[in-house]
């Protein structure tokens, strides 16, 4: 490193020249310093919304294999299936309706079958629970019928042959006594839990005893479309269409 003299001064104004000379050095050294993190934080804000500003692919929430009908778990964690049309109620008896199993119908033409796996094992208590759930979507509902009578079968008691043939879609042949569950009241309960939608009968929600936002359905005035949209909004739940297939047919009240 050269250092330059000017020998018309004095040592002392050489050392102050070269002094301030340093200082301009060391300022110009911290603004580019100060440039270059400036300039590095702007990459990082641009590089930021480029990515927000990319696509994103939304994992499709994982399905079981159950919620292609309507369903619940009961207080004592049984699984209840039920058809949401004809079509589903002959897919329940002849690929999910097995041996253990308990069969539930409302006592009315146009009602779901429903399906208590390894229900034949069942107390009481659990088996009023699925009867309620059956009873509530059944066309009672939509009939405006605050209750409805339903009964209990056991897998043999149910077939789809008679002495005239094979009965057509939805349509079954029962046989023997009846379990009857008389007067079911008619009303479910909304809840979100794991961020996924449960529709419960209310006395099985009474005795879970967990505390859950959730909404009561009951009959009433509002169209599926109007009682989806207060329940999502209640619930904090976007899924509208999951909301509607959850729902029995019928009009809605909401609290």
């Known amino acids: ?124 208590e659990t088996r009023e629970e699925v009867a309620q759930f059956a009873g509530s979507y059944s066309s009672a509902w939509k009939e405006g019928l605050h209750n409805i009578d339903v009964y209990a079968m056991k897998r043999s008691q149910v077939s789809k042959s008679s002495s005239k043939g094979s009965l057509g879609t939805g349509s079954f042949l029962l046989s023997g006594e009846r379990d009857w569950y008389r007067s079911v009241q008619l009303v479910l309960v909304m809840f979100v839990k794991d961020d996924k939608l449960h529709t419960v009968p209310l006395i099985t929600f009474d005795k879970l005893g967990e505390e859950f936002k959730h909404v009561k359905v009951t009959q009433g005035n509002f169209k599926k479309s109007d009682a989806a949209k207060k329940i999502a909004a209640k619930l904090g739940y976007k899924d509208i269409d999951t909301i509607i297939r959850q729902l029995p047919a019928g009009s809605f009240r909401i609290e």
């Open 1 to 124: 490193m050269e250092i330059e003299i000017d020998f018309t001064k004095s040592a002392q104004e050489n050392a102050n020249d070269y002094y301030t000379k340093s200082k301009k050095l060391a300022l110009k050294k911290e603004g580019a310093k100060k440039a270059i993190k400036e300039l590095e934080e702007r990459l990082s804000e641009v590089s930021a919304k480029e990515k927000e500003a990319q696509p994103r692919i939304l994992k499709a929430e994982k399905k079981e294999w159950y919620e292609k009908f309507h369903w619940f778990f009961t207080s004592s964690n049984m699984l209840a299936i039920g058809g949401g049309d004809a079509h589903q109620n002959e897919m329940l008896n002849s690929k999910h309706f097995e041996d253990n199993d308990l069969f539930f119908h409302a006592d009315i033409f146009g009602a779901p079958v429903v399906i208590l796996k390894n229900g034949a094992s069942a107390p009481r």
